[in-house]
């Protein structure tokens, strides 16, 4: 028996009225879609979506997001999250700030390049703003920083220039120093550039303003890298909210402000020697071995209540908690100044509302001790998880029939060449076939039977299904030498370990200066995430 739909019938519109069904194929999935339509979201972001002109008009006016789980009972900590600019991090801000400013007063020409010393954030906020503005850039940083750093910014289409991390921080400003003059580029400056504090002034500190109307904000949490948050955001509150108080985060092994050690400055700002008291530490974006004149600025103003400190790792652990408890991803510092406002929230009255910078996002230190303790492989619990049911293989594609035009294309192909790699074009092991004949100079020829020129009327599936006929196999890469199937990559890796592949290429003629005089181990070009491959962790 059929029925013609007719309940609800104007929403799902002509398909189903016009289409006969029966209930158990049409009406169920008819009723789940109309009832999910009528679900009202309860957490979903209420704001209008926006259309941008360009990329730049999306920087700032970043989420302030209370902390639900994380805070104590009755005192209300939020966080500001500054990963939701557009290159994830609150220099995006001083980035289009610096350039803005340039813009306005005259100081930068089209297409002048810009260079900057950065630890990273500044670099990649410089490179974003110099890709969208037309200006070539060049990033001035020490290579113990993070490589994902450098890899944003390169694939932003910045240069990077890197520096002896001995020489620390101040070592990159002078480069970038000498780079400037030598080559008349625009020094971006952010240590001394006034445009820093004053984006801060005009977009950050406002912002928090805007978020928290109606409660009275208690506290402000944040660190500092050249001081320019500090020193803008510290401006709007005091004029704007004098009763807020203002607690600065520095690394507890290098407590540069809490030294009370003057830095002695030159005319243009800059320091004149580095502090004593700066050590290495974990804490990427604050603190460099000097005091930045921003910063100084800031204590002269008596833009800071108090001073506190915390340690790496209490830093890395809050910000895996935040991420696991509330969702919320940062990086080592927003995890360090969360720290700081979690500690704080711990001896203040209940109705005490604090707000805490969490300047960038955690994607940005995947190679750093933050993820360190976070396995690729899977744990005994996840292994457990994984084994609790049959891992059923999906079903495979049906080959076609098997022609006698695919037999001979695939027959003439393998006499044409002395080695022939049949192959999926995106398949790993193909790859490393590629990778291990190019490492031991063997020349192949390459037919890749998912290509697209091979879609049309199934044909890469014919040659697949001839293939199949002639080798009894079905999974990628298929090697022929000589004419005569060999195997895939693991066994051209084994076998040649073994000396096995050796007296098949001699014969074939595919020696070449006794295989390019490769002495490696061919695992090498195995897929690294193989968890059988030895050589994965090298
Ligand atoms: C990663 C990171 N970026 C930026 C900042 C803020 O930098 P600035 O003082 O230069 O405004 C900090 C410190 O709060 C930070 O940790």
Redesign the pocket.
């Known amino acids: 028996m059929t029925f013609v739909c007719r309940w609800n019938q104007r929403y799902i519109g002509h398909t189903l009225r016009k289409a006969p069904c029966s209930w158990s194929h049409w009406l169920r999935p008819v009723a789940r879609a109309c009832s999910a339509g009528s679900i009202k979201l309860q957490a979903a972001n209420p704001l209008p979506a926006l259309r941008h002109e360009s990329i730049l008009s999306t920087v700032g006016k970043t989420p302030v997001v209370k902390i639900n789980r994380l805070a104590p009972e009755g005192v209300n900590v939020y966080v500001k999250c500054e990963a939701f600019n557009p290159m994830g991090?609150?220099?995006d801000r001083?980035a289009l700030g610096i350039i803005e400013w340039a813009e306005h007063h005259g100081q930068i020409k089209p297409g002048q390049t810009v260079v900057e010393a950065s630890s990273g954030?500044t670099g990649i906020g410089l490179a974003m703003v110099c890709a969208a503005k037309g200006y070539p850039f060049v990033c001035v940083m020490a290579e113990s920083f993070s490589i994902e750093r450098r890899k944003l910014m390169r694939f932003l289409g910045a240069k990077v220039v890197l520096t002896n991390p001995a020489h620390k921080g101040s070592g990159m400003v002078i480069k970038s120093k000498e780079l400037a003059e030598k080559h008349g580029w625009f020094p971006a400056n952010?240590f001394t550039n006034e445009a820093n504090a004053w984006i801060h002034s005009q977009t950050t500190g406002p912002e928090i303003l805007e978020a928290m109307q109606g409660v009275k904000l208690d506290y402000f949490v944040?660190?500092?890298?050249?001081?320019?948050?500090?020193k803008g955001v510290g401006q709007v509150l005091r004029e704007r909210s004098p009763e807020t108080k203002i607690h600065v985060c520095e690394p507890d092994n290098a407590p540069l402000l809490y030294s009370n050690t003057a830095t002695e400055y030159g005319t243009d700002g800059s320091f004149k020697e580095p502090h004593p008291l700066w050590r290495p530490h974990l804490?990427?974006?604050?603190a460099t071995d000097f005091i930045p004149k921003i910063v100084d600025d800031a204590v002269q103003a008596k833009f800071v209540d108090e001073v506190v400190h915390v340690g790496g790792h209490k830093a890395m652990a809050t910000a895996r908690l935040l991420s696991q408890q509330e969702g919320i991803f940062t990086?080592t510092?927003g995890g360090g100044?969360l720290a700081c406002a979690l500690e704080l929230a711990s001896k203040v009255p209940q109705g005490t509302n604090i707000v805490a910078?969490l300047?960038?996002t955690g994607e940005r230190y995947l190679s750093t001790p933050l993820f360190a303790d976070i396995p690729a492989d899977m744990t005994p619990e996840e292994k457990e998880i994984a084994e609790s049911t049959p891992s059923q293989a999906p079903p495979g594609i049906s080959l076609p029939e098997v022609t006698q035009e695919a037999k001979d294309f695939v027959s003439k192909m393998n006499s044409e060449h002395k080695c022939v790699i049949w192959s999926l074009e995106y398949c790993e092991f193909c790859w490393t076939v590629f990778k291990f004949l190019d490492a031991i100079n063997v020349p192949y020829h390459v037919v890749n039977v998912d290509a697209f020129k091979y879609a049309k009327d199934n044909q890469g599936n014919k040659y697949r299904a001839a293939l199949a006929s002639m080798t009894d196999c079905n999974t990628f890469p298929q090697v022929f030498f000589d004419g005569e199937f060999f195997g895939g990559a693991a066994d051209a890796c084994i076998k040649f370990k073994k000396g096995e592949l050796q007296p098949i290429l001699d014969k074939a003629g595919l020696n070449n200066e006794n295989f390019g005089g490769y002495s490696g181990d061919p695992f090498e070009f195995l897929p690294k995430w193989m968890s059988q491959n030895p050589l994965r962790s090298k």
């Open positions: 991090s609150v220099k001083l954030n952010q944040t660190a500092y890298g050249t001081g320019g948050t500090l804490l990427q974006g604050w990086g510092s100044i910078m300047p960038d």
